[in-house]
C-alpha cells in the first residue's frame, strides 16, 4: 500500500525543496531547449549544464558490439571487480532523443560493485531521425543477445533490466517483444523501473503539470512524444505505449517515482497494473522527489539508490 501521507507537500523536507528551486532556476537561465538545433541541444547535454549535470565517464567502461537490426550495435560495459553474479542491461532516458549509453556511468559502476553484476548501457538509434520502433528494436536485440550468445560471453546467469524515464518504457516494451514474440516472458529475473513514460497518449499529472520545468514540463514531454512517434500511429496501442498492453506474466518490478514529477501518474498506473497481473514487485513514492532525482546528491537519493541495490541482488 502506498501511504497517502507523501502526497502532502508538508512531508517534503527542506533540502528536496532547496534542490527542486535550484533546478527551476536553472533551467529557467538557460535556452530553452526546443528553441535550438536538436545536435546543439545533445552536444549541450553531454558537456552538462547547471540545471544537468555532466555525469563523469567512468574508466573502466569498454565497448562491446552486436549485430543490431540497424547495423552494428554498441553496448557500454562496465564489470564488476571479481566473478559477477548476473548482468543488468540498463536503457539510458532523454526522451527517445537526447541521450546517450555514456551518460550514467556512475549508477551503472555502483549497480556492478554493490550487487556484483556487468552492467550494459544500449547505445540506441534516436528520434526523430529514427523514429519509433527503432529505439525499441535495438533494445530488443541487446536483451536477446543477452539472453543467449550473450549469457556465455560474459559468464552470467541472473540477467535483469533497467532504465529512467523513456528508458523505463523501452525496458517494458522490450520484456512484452521478449514475452509476445519470442517465448521469452522470464528471460530477465527483474525490472528495475526508475520514473517511466509509460502513456504517450500523456496521463492526467503530464497534462496538468503546465510550463514549470522542475526538470521536465508538459511541453517537453509531449515534444519528445511527437519525436518519437510518426503522425497517424496510436499513441495509446499497447506497442507504443505498454501502459495498455496485457501485462501478465513478466518478472517483478522495483518502480520509483517523486511526487513532484510530471510522469507520477504513469508510475502509480503502470504499478497498479503490473500488481494486478500478478507480477510481484514493490513501488516506492518518494516526497518531493523531481523527475529521475536520483541523478542529484542528497539523502533522498541514497534511500532510493539502496532500495535500487537490495533489490537487483535479491534478484541474483
Same mark, same amino acid.
Given at each position: 500500500m502506498?501511504?497517502?501521507?507523501?502526497?502532502d507537500?508538508?512531508?517534503?523536507?527542506?533540502?528536496?525543496?532547496?534542490?527542486?528551486?535550484?533546478?527551476?532556476?536553472?533551467?529557467a537561465?538557460q535556452?530553452d531547449?526546443?528553441?535550438l538545433p536538436?545536435?546543439?541541444?545533445?552536444?549541450?547535454?553531454?558537456?552538462g549544464?547547471?540545471?544537468?549535470?555532466?555525469?563523469?565517464?567512468?574508466?573502466?567502461a569498454?565497448? %562491446? =558490439?552486436i549485430?543490431?537490426p540497424?547495423?552494428p550495435?554498441?553496448l557500454? #560495459? +562496465?564489470?564488476?571487480n571479481?566473478?559477477? /553474479?548476473? @548482468?543488468?542491461?540498463?536503457?539510458h532516458?532523454?526522451?527517445w532523443v537526447?541521450?546517450?549509453?555514456?551518460?550514467q556511468?556512475?549508477?551503472?559502476?555502483?549497480?556492478?560493485?554493490?550487487c556484483?553484476?556487468?552492467?550494459?548501457?544500449?547505445?540506441?538509434?534516436?528520434?526523430?531521425?529514427?523514429?519509433?520502433?527503432?529505439?525499441?528494436?535495438?533494445?530488443?536485440?541487446?536483451?536477446?543477445?543477452?539472453?543467449?550468445?550473450?549469457r556465455a560471453?560474459?559468464?552470467?546467469?541472473?540477467?535483469t533490466?533497467?532504465?529512467?524515464?523513456?528508458?523505463?518504457?523501452?525496458?517494458?516494451?522490450?520484456?512484452?517483444?521478449?514475452?509476445?514474440?519470442?517465448?521469452l516472458?522470464?528471460?530477465?529475473?527483474?525490472?528495475?523501473?526508475n520514473?517511466?513514460?509509460?502513456?504517450?497518449? %500523456? =496521463?492526467?499529472?503530464?497534462?496538468l503539470?503546465?510550463?514549470?520545468?522542475l #526538470? +521536465?514540463?508538459?511541453?517537453?514531454?509531449? /515534444?519528445? @512524444?511527437?519525436?518519437?512517434?510518426?503522425?497517424?500511429i496510436?499513441r495509446?496501442?499497447p506497442?507504443?505505449?505498454?501502459?495498455?498492453?496485457?501485462?501478465k506474466?513478466?518478472?517483478?518490478?522495483?518502480?520509483?517515482?517523486?511526487?513532484?514529477?510530471?510522469l507520477?501518474?504513469?508510475?502509480?498506473y503502470?504499478?497498479?497494473?503490473?500488481?494486478?497481473?500478478?507480477n510481484?514487485?514493490?513501488?516506492?513514492?518518494?516526497a518531493?522527489?523531481c523527475?529521475?532525482?536520483?541523478?542529484?546528491?542528497g539523502?533522498?537519493?541514497?534511500?532510493a539508490?539502496?532500495?535500487?541495490?537490495?533489490?537487483?541482488m535479491?534478484?541474483?
Open positions: 502506498i501511504d497517502h501521507a507523501l502526497f507537500p508538508a512531508t517534503i523536507d527542506a533540502e528536496t525543496k532547496v534542490l527542486n528551486a535550484e533546478i527551476v532556476a536553472a533551467h537561465a535556452a531547449p526546443w528553441s536538436i545536435e546543439q541541444v545533445r552536444a549541450r547535454r553531454r558537456a549544464t547547471q540545471a544537468s549535470p555532466a555525469m563523469p565517464r567512468s574508466p573502466r569498454e565497448t %562491446l =558490439t549485430e543490431g540497424g547495423g550495435l554498441a557500454r #560495459v +562496465i564489470r564488476p571479481g566473478k559477477p /553474479r548476473g @548482468a543488468y542491461l540498463h536503457i532516458r532523454g526522451g537526447w541521450g546517450a549509453a555514456d551518460e556511468d556512475p549508477w551503472l559502476e555502483r549497480i556492478a560493485d554493490a556484483g553484476f556487468v552492467c550494459l548501457s544500449v547505445e540506441y538509434r534516436l528520434a526523430p531521425e529514427h523514429p519509433y520502433p527503432a529505439a525499441l528494436e535495438d533494445c530488443e536485440a541487446a536483451a536477446l543477445w543477452l539472453a543467449g550468445p550473450g560471453e560474459l559468464g552470467v546467469h541472473a540477467l533490466i533497467g532504465g529512467e524515464s523513456v528508458g523505463a518504457h523501452l525496458a517494458v516494451m522490450t520484456l512484452l517483444r521478449l514475452r509476445d514474440r519470442h517465448g516472458p522470464r528471460a530477465f529475473r527483474g525490472a528495475n523501473l520514473a517511466g513514460f509509460y502513456d504517450l497518449g %500523456l =496521463t492526467p499529472s503530464v497534462r503539470w503546465g510550463d514549470e520545468r #526538470v +521536465i514540463n508538459t511541453t517537453d514531454l509531449k /515534444r519528445f @512524444a511527437d519525436g518519437y512517434v510518426r503522425e497517424g496510436d495509446r496501442r506497442d507504443v505505449s505498454p501502459l495498455y498492453a496485457d501485462l506474466g513478466l518478472p517483478p518490478a522495483l518502480f520509483t517515482v517523486g511526487t513532484a514529477d510530471p507520477l501518474d504513469d508510475t502509480l503502470m504499478s497498479a497494473r503490473w500488481a494486478a497481473a500478478n510481484g514487485g514493490h513501488t516506492a513514492v518518494y518531493g522527489g523527475h529521475i532525482f536520483v541523478r542529484y546528491p539523502a533522498l537519493t541514497e534511500r539508490l539502496e532500495l535500487i541495490d537490495r533489490f537487483l535479491a534478484l541474483a
